[in-house]
């Protein structure tokens, strides 16, 4: 301590620190806190961590495997899209799509017409999977015209509309087995493919000879068919079944055969699944086109200021200190209690007693008999002074028995009238009731005036 | 760690930046992240340049004690043992009852540097108010960010019963000594004792003609009898359950404080040794052997401690606790509550022991809520609060009249007025000679 100059700090709560910081030399100082070092409450950061490192870790341990079993269970579940070109689950198609790839062939993942507009060349294999249909008759047939070579799985009635009108549905193969029977060249490699699944039919077969049905089971049942078109010179294979061409079943069978064939021989494969980007956009433009872009940032930015106003109004200076708060029993809470008692019970008479004996002991203290004195005496005394008939102070102080709570309240009026013609006839100015008493009494061989007994 | 209002306001500001240069959702996304960069390199940058709070050391320095309903100035020095200048707000965390209203000071200290931090206390309550901790938050120079740590600095201090009573101590005392000297009310009785001799005056009592004296001196002299002195008074606090029960919002155990006060000083006045002893079922507080200042600042300092117990008294114990402390004869005053008969048993039965070797007065609280309470009758229920009321005071009078059965005597009078009562009682029956 090089300065120990000594200074008022300026405090607002302290009106009194503008006396000298001397301390008062007749003050008793409290001594304990006299060392010079002072010890620290808080933990510095490093005896925090130390302190609390079992938590700090565990808690990363929990959050890590967490992650991991996320991604592993993430891995395992069927959360792709059916076909999905990079989905490794059953449903999905990167197995057929990884292998394409190593064969050489450009295999594009394709969500929109447009993009497929892009990637497709005249040489090009186009893959269409329309789940969901969302794709109408003019985009299907600009999607037929866009590739050499387009491959439909599982075509909707629109599909055929567009691409085969020749072509209907035939229903659930009953086959046990699916035997190559045609001249597509991808058909005879594969030999078979999965049986069952849906299949199509061909109703007016000879009538169309550029439509070829393939895998028959059955009468008029193919669970392939190409239709190659006259003037573009464009084909077409339908493949109603989705199966043939899914992880899970892409190795059975002569499927993988079938699929390499289909979507092998071109140099580029676009491998398109539809989405909602493919629907017309109607309407007025949207209220996310209509903001201006800082409106997202901003908000974040409000919602980082919030965060640090809690951390400002909410961060505690110091601990809390402890106080242990005095009991608080009012004393005439038994009295207010036994009222209620009385008021819920409707005991007038009870009530009412308790009054008269309060009253009479009064009375009989201002007409000057004892503590002991009968009650027909208090009573022929009252009488006496008041110059009332004997039996109706009888009548107000033993007899009536109240029925009703107006006749309790008139019967406590008559208590305290005859208490007060009492004693202005006994020419005491006492009052109804004695106060609570201890005034000096001047005489000292008499106690101090209180509440007399009864 | 912590924020400052500034700093808040420092984020908020980068709404300007955000909406200027920021048109497209990418580019204002990136003058946000920069913006946050910014502001936390500025935070980091305040913190790095704070001045540790725990280079700070406290002395404190406290008067031992108070009286309640008086002022106390609590005085922290803070010495700056760091190489850096701390501009810090302080917490001088005082229990909530110490009274210490705003305790929250802004301190500027250079290194090296003592200062005073001054806090005004006002306690509320009585007992022992206790401070434990002082918090030191020093932010950086441009007030973003602060550091904060919590420094041990206890202290202490006790805060007296208020005696409020000691008002109607002059008047006590002068009519105490109003007792020195008379003869013509003063009987001979087995407690007065023989003073002097002077001549007779017209209206002196013709009883205390001392003819031996007479005939000595050629005048007519009266003897003169002043007010026994060297007698014991001991007052017994009853601290069980019943002593917490406020009247007039005040605990009765408060009451008796005033009451017991007020008796000891005007007993010490007068010459009686007093002895004190608060008692449930063990003692709480007992001042024995003191005499004059020593007397009633012993006494206070062992009340100020005394809370009431929420037990029940144990009256079998209070002879025995009596004989203790003497076995002459002594007034004996018990400040307990009387409340119904059946709460009362305990005090009846053992009242015959004591009253058998002492003068007993038996003081309590009356709650003067009851007396009113008795008297309005205006509507049904006040009627029935009246004769609750009516009832209650009933049992109080009932317990009386078996105290004074066993030959002890009774008061009872509302908070305000059972001080001087009791003091009243004491004068009388000094001067009735039965102490």
Not at chain 1, 304 to 318: D, I, K, N, P, S
Not at chain 1, 333 to 358: H, I, K, P, Q, S
Not at chain 1, 398 to 405: F, I
Not at chain 2, 80 to 105: E, F, K, Y
Request: aromatic fraction near 4%; charged fraction near 20%; proline fraction near 6%.
């Amino acid at each position: 301590m090089t300065a120990t100059r000594l200074h008022i700090a300026a405090d607002a709560a302290a009106p009194g620190s503008a006396e000298s910081g001397r301390p008062e030399s007749g003050r008793a100082e409290s001594g304990r806190s006299g060392s010079a070092v002072t010890t620290v409450a808080t933990p510095t950061l490093r005896a925090w961590l130390h302190r609390s490192s079992f938590w700090i870790i565990t808690s990363i341990a929990i959050v890590a495997i967490a992650i991991v079993s996320m991604l592993i269970s993430g891995g395992a579940q069927a959360t792709g899209r059916a076909l999905a070109g990079d989905s490794p689950s059953p449903a999905g198609s990167m197995a057929l799509v990884e292998v394409l790839r190593e064969q050489g062939v450009t295999v594009t993942l394709a969500d929109s017409l447009t993009e497929v507009r892009a990637a497709a060349g005249d040489n090009s294999t186009v893959l269409l999977y329309d789940a969901n249909d969302y794709l109408d008759a003019d985009q299907l047939t600009e999607l037929a015209d866009l590739a050499a070579h387009t491959v439909v799985v599982a075509p909707s009635f629109l599909a055929l509309q567009a691409l085969a009108p020749t072509v209907g549905f035939g229903g659930v193969s009953e086959a046990e087995s699916l035997s190559a029977d045609c001249s597509v060249p991808a058909v005879n490699r594969a030999e078979q493919i999965v049986p069952g699944g849906d299949t199509l039919s061909i109703p007016q077969k000879n009538a169309h000879p550029l439509v070829t049905g393939c895998f028959a089971s059955g009468t008029d049942k193919f669970s392939l068919v190409q239709v190659e078109n006259d003037t573009t010179g464009g084909i077409v294979t339908l493949v109603p079944d989705a199966r043939v061409f899914n992880n899970e079943n892409v190795s059975g069978y002569g499927n993988a055969a079938l699929a390499l064939g289909l979507l092998g021989p071109s140099d580029s494969l676009v491998w398109y699944l539809p989405t909602l980007a493919d629907l017309p956009r109607t309407g007025p433009p949207s209220l996310a086109d209509l903001t201006p872009g800082w409106v997202t940032p901003v908000l974040l930015l409000l919602v980082l200021t919030t965060l640090a106003a809690a951390v400002w109004r909410g961060r505690r200076f110091g601990p809390l200190v402890s106080e242990n708060l005095p009991v608080t029993v009012k004393a005439s809470e038994t009295m207010e209690g036994r009222a209620r008692l009385y008021a819920r019970g409707n005991a007038r008479l009870r009530a009412l007693d308790a009054l008269r004996v309060g009253s009479v002991q009064r009375l009989a203290r201002t007409v000057g008999l004892g503590r002991l004195a009968h009650l027909d005496e208090v009573i022929g005394s009252v009488a006496a002074i008041t110059g009332s008939a004997p039996s109706e102070v009888r009548r107000v102080v033993v007899d009536a028995v109240p029925a009703s709570d107006a006749q309790l309240v008139a019967l406590s009026d008559s208590l305290q009238a005859l208490e007060r013609a009492t004693s202005r006839a006994a020419g005491t100015a006492t009052a109804p009731h004695p106060e609570a008493p201890a005034s000096a009494s001047p005489d000292f061989d008499s106690p101090p005036a209180e509440r007399m007994d009864p | 760690m912590t924020l400052s209002g500034r700093f808040v306001f420092l984020v908020a500001l980068g709404i300007v930046p955000i909406v200027v240069f920021g048109p497209t959702a990418e580019a204002a996304t990136g003058v946000l992240g920069a913006w946050l960069l910014l502001v936390l390199a500025l935070g980091s940058l305040d913190l790095a340049l704070a001045a540790s709070p725990r280079a700070v050391t406290v002395q404190r320095m406290l008067p031992a004690r108070v009286r309640l309903g008086e002022t106390v100035t609590s005085e922290l020095y803070l010495t700056n043992t760091g190489r850096r200048r701390l501009l810090a707000t302080v917490r001088d965390a005082w229990q909530p009852s110490a009274g210490a209203g705003r305790n929250r000071s802004r301190v500027v200290l250079g290194p090296g540097e003592r200062r005073r931090i001054a806090l005004v206390l006002v306690p509320l309550r009585r007992g022992e108010r206790r401070v434990e901790q002082v918090t030191v938050r020093s932010s950086g120079p441009l007030g973003l960010w602060s550091r904060q740590a919590t420094l041990n600095a206890p202290g202490r201090i006790r805060v007296l019963p208020p005696f409020h009573s000691r008002k109607h101590l002059p008047s006590r005392i002068s009519r105490l000594k109003e007792l020195d000297g008379r003869t013509s009310v003063m009987v001979r009785g087995q407690g007065t004792e023989f003073d002097s001799l002077r001549e007779y005056v017209r209206g002196d009592d013709v009883r205390s003609i001392d003819w031996r004296a007479t005939a000595r001196r050629n005048d007519v002299m009266v003897r003169t009898w002043r007010p026994e002195r060297d007698r014991r008074v001991v007052i017994l606090l009853d601290t069980g359950r019943t002593s917490a029960a406020r009247v007039n919002n005040e605990p009765r155990l408060d009451t008796a404080f005033e009451a017991a006060l007020l008796l000891a000083a005007l007993a010490s006045v007068a010459g009686d040794r007093v002895d004190f002893l608060a008692f449930d079922r063990r003692v709480r507080g007992r001042v024995q052997g003191a005499s004059g200042a020593a007397l009633l600042s012993q006494m206070v300092d062992s009340m100020a401690m005394i809370e009431p117990e929420l037990i029940e008294m144990d009256w079998a114990a209070v002879p025995g606790q009596v004989r203790s402390i003497t076995s002459q004869h002594a007034l004996i005053v018990v400040l307990t509550s009387i409340d119904a008969a059946g709460a009362s048993t305990g005090l009846l039965s053992v009242l015959s022991q004591l009253t058998k070797r002492h003068t007993v007065v038996v003081a309590s609280v009356l709650d003067p809520a009851t007396v009113e309470a008795a008297t309005a009758r205006s509507g049904r229920d006040e009627i029935y609060r009246a004769a609750a009321a009516e009832r209650a005071l009933l049992d109080v009078a009932r317990v009386s009249a078996a105290i004074r059965q066993l030959g002890a005597d009774v008061l009872t009078a509302s908070p305000a007025q059972l001080p001087p009562a009791l003091a009243d009682r004491y004068i009388a029956l000094k001067a009735a000679g039965r102490l």
